[in-house]
C-alpha cells in the first residue's frame, strides 16, 4: 500500500469545514472496498478513521489489513483480539468473556463499524466505547444530514445485527441518486460545528 500524503480521515474529521458530499463519496468508496472483501468471505476487522487514508483528491482508501480474517460462514465464534473497541457494535460488548462461545456476524461488526466512521465525521464527535450511537444520531436533528444519508446511517448503527444494513446495501444507498440528489448543489453548503448550514456570500 502506498503511503498517502493526505493522511487518514481524523484529518478529514478534524478539518473544521468539510462538504457532506464529500464524507458521503468516501463513505462508498470504502463501502465498495469492503464489499469486495466480503465477497470473498473476509472480514477487515477494524474499520476506522485511522485505517482509511486519504490521496491527494480526498480519495478515500482503506487500509491495515492486521486484523482481517477469512470466516467460513455467516456467524463465527470470536477468537483472539479483534478492532477498536469505539468502532465496536453492542453485540460485541455481550460478550468479551475469553471462553465465549457466542457466535457474531463478524460482516455487520464491520458495517456497523463503518457507521461509527460515518457518525464520527458528520458529528465531529469523539467516538466513546459501549456509546448508543443510533440514539446519538436520532437526538442530533440540529445536524440536519439529509433524509436518505440519515436513513443509510440509521441501518448501519442499528443495533441488532440482524436488522442492520449488509455491506452490499450500504453500497447501495451510498450510490443512489435518491440519496445524491438530496445534497445541495452549492458548494458553500458545509458540515460545520452546528451541522450543514448554508453560507452567505
Ligand atoms: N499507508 C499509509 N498512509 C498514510 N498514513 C498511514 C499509512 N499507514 C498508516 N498510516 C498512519 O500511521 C499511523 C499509525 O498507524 P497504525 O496502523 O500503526 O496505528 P493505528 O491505526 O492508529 O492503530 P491500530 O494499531 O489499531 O491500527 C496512523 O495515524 C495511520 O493513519
Ligand atoms: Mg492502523
Not at 472496498?33 to 483528491?57: W, Y
Amino acid at each position: 500500500m502506498p503511503y498517502y500524503e493526505g493522511g487518514d480521515m481524523v484529518n478529514m474529521w478534524r478539518r473544521p469545514e468539510v462538504n457532506i458530499c464529500a464524507i458521503a463519496g468516501c463513505i462508498l468508496q470504502v463501502s465498495l472496498a469492503v464489499n469486495c472483501l466480503h465477497q470473498e468471505s473476509v472480514i477487515h476487522g477494524d474499520i476506522k478513521c485511522r485505517n482509511i487514508f486519504l490521496d491527494d483528491h480526498d480519495n478515500a482508501h482503506l487500509g491495515d489489513l492486521g486484523y482481517a480474517r477469512f470466516v467460513s460462514g455467516q456467524k463465527t465464534v470470536l477468537t483472539g483480539p479483534l478492532g477498536t473497541s469505539t468502532y465496536w457494535s453492542p453485540e460485541r460488548f455481550d460478550c468479551e468473556s475469553d471462553d465465549s462461545v457466542e457466535e457474531f456476524d463478524l460482516f455487520k461488526c464491520d458495517v456497523y463499524a463503518l457507521g461509527v466512521v460515518c457518525w464520527v465525521l458528520v458529528s465531529k464527535e469523539v467516538p466513546v466505547a459501549g456509546a448508543n450511537y443510533l440514539a446519538w444520531l436520532k437526538g442530533a436533528t440540529h445536524l440536519n444530514i439529509p433524509a436518505h444519508m440519515r436513513l443509510a446511517m440509521e441501518l448501519m448503527l442499528e443495533p441488532i445485527p440482524e436488522k442492520r444494513a449488509t455491506i452490499q446495501e450500504v453500497m447501495t444507498m451510498f450510490s443512489s441518486p435518491k440519496l445524491w440528489n438530496e445534497f445541495p448543489k452549492r458548494p458553500e453548503f458545509v458540515v460545520s460545528d452546528v451541522g450543514v448550514s448554508e453560507t452567505t456570500s
